[in-house]
Nanobody
Framework: QVQLVESGGGLVQPGGSLRLSCTAS????????MGWYRQAPGKQREMVAG???????NYIDSVKGRFTISRDMAKNVLYLQMDNLKPEDTAVYYC??????????WGQGTQVTVSS
């Protein structure tokens, strides 16, 4: 079972930035497309950014131009750079492959709170 661990969340003022990191217990980033998901209180989990095996990225409209997904294969880390954060970005953020492989477990997520 591959374990995912997210980190880097915190409390930030509107307009601020955070960089989230995701590490895996196995070298999965070279063989799986990956996504960053978020779940706000009372809302369904949604994928906000994705990166294919070849490195093509995609974003939901509400984060385009503000979030950047990337990965470092050598360090086995997936990143989400979040700039110009807004209160509506407040959520628990997770990394996970969109393929929903049962051999990969969801992590605990990392809380991002955007508030003045």
């Amino acid at each position: 079972q591959v374990q995912l661990v997210e980190s880097g969340g915190g409390l930030v003022q509107p307009g601020g930035s955070l960089r989230l990191s995701c590490t895996a217990s196995g070298s999965i980033f070279s063989i799986y497309a990956m996504g960053w998901y978020r779940q706000a209180p009372g809302k369904q989990r949604e994928m906000v950014a994705g990166i294919t095996i070849r490195g093509t990225t995609n974003y939901i409209d509400s984060v385009k131009g503000r979030f950047t997904i990337s990965r470092d294969m050598a360090k086995n880390v997936l990143y989400l750079q979040m700039d110009n954060l807004k209160p509506e970005d407040t959520a628990v953020y997770y990394c996970y492959p969109p393929s929903n492989d049962p051999q990969i477990s969801w992590g605990q997520g990392t809380q991002v709170t955007v508030s003045s």
